[in-house]
């Protein structure tokens, strides 16, 4: 049966209420939950980012929920403290917890001063990273000098199981090329081809373990007011990946953006009011021998939301998904 989940995007609200809102989804039915780990915002207009960390640790006390994030260690990150954080939580909250490790966006990575990698380098980086990640877990003391520095670096506090490093990838090139590291797969929703090629691209080079789709989808009593949210709250999806992994300010997505339609933006995701399209949309992704799907309201009213999916989409799902 394929896990249903609730995504907390910690670009949109503050903290608080995304505990509030995850508490809520688990009592709502959701069966899972993840959340984002960004430095800033993809627009202004979202206007939050807090730091994932803290709140994992606050989300996973809150509820007996499995929960992960998608995270990007290896600049804003160093490998040995992605380590230690991701072995803590996983030894307080054992098989509860995975991350999903990626490349990383410069909007985020900036911060830290140093250049920004071609992508090329920070695929290799991330190789690197996860290396020394699971030598860590397991227990070993790792001094490395390559694109990742690490000097004797030691993790006491360790699970006794190593939680999932899943992968995130987006192209069915970069899910090939992730297979062999990785212990499972996110993606994101998109035209069904190009979903199906990346969740085959990653099979057939050998990847193990589930395949996770975050949706990114947006509902209201009307499908006027679900076109309207989506336009003002995430309109930065109509920039192509090349281009939003090397965009660095909010304001730049707001620019290349401040042209785009309402319409234009329900293209890119399901925009209705009608929880059945919703249902029908989300259906189709689970019979691609999808293991999990992450729900992202992209407006800012997720009680609403979690009420209605609740009711009128989660068992539904779950019981065709069977």
């Known amino acids: 049966m394929t896990i249903v989940g609730f995504h907390a995007s910690h670009e949109q609200l503050p903290p608080s209420r995304l505990l509030r809102a995850v508490a809520h989804a688990e009592a709502a039915g959701f069966d899972a939950a993840m959340c984002s ?35 990007a260690p290896g600049q804003r990150y160093h ?31 900036h911060v830290t001063g140093d250049v920004w990698p071609a992508k090329e380098v920070r695929d290799a980086r991330l190789t690197e990273t996860v290396d020394v990640i699971r030598r860590l ?45 990785s212990d499972g797969l996110i993606t994101v929703d998109q035209p069904r081809e190009a979903l199906r090629d990346v969740i085959a691209s990653y099979r057939d080079a050998g990847g193990p373990g589930p395949i996770a789709v975050q949706v990114h989808l947006s509902w209201a009593d009307t499908d ?10 995430w309109r930065q999806s109509l920039v192509p990946p090349h281009l939003a992994w090397e ?65 009128h989409v989660l068992p539904q799902l779950k019981e065709s998904a069977r």
Do not use: C
């Not at 709140?55 to 809150?62: I, P, Q, R, T, V």
């Not at 006027?224 to 709250?233: N, S």
């Open 247 to 311: 965009l660095d300010r909010p304001e730049d997505f707001d620019d290349r953006t401040a042209d785009a339609t309402p319409e234009e933006v329900a293209g890119s995701l399901i925009a209705s009011a009608d929880t059945g399209r919703h249902l029908a949309h989300l259906a189709g992704i689970a019979e691609l021998g999808v293991d999990r799907i992450y729900l992202h309201h992209v407006g800012t009213r997720q009680d609403a939301f979690i009420d209605a999916f609740g009711e």
């Open 79 to 109: 490998a040995a403290i992605a380590a230690q954080k991701i072995a803590t939580l996983a030894e307080m909250y054992p098989g509860r917890f995975w991350a999903a490790l990626g490349s990383g966006e410069a909007i985020n990575e």
């Open 224 to 233: 006027e007011e679900a076109a309207a949210i989506a336009h003002d709250q």
């Open 37 to 71: 780990d960004h430095f800033e915002p993809w627009s202004v207009r979202q206007g939050h980012s807090g730091y994932a960390w803290s709140w994992l640790g606050a989300a996973l006390e809150a509820t007996s929920l499995p929960i992960g994030v998608v995270t």
């Open 137 to 181: 877990l397991d227990g070993e003391e790792v001094s490395v000098d390559g694109l990742v520095r690490v000097d004797r670096a030691r993790v006491w506090s360790r699970p006794d199981t190593a939680p999932p490093l899943l992968a995130a990838a987006v192209s069915s090139e970069t899910a090939s090329e992730v297979a062999a590291w």
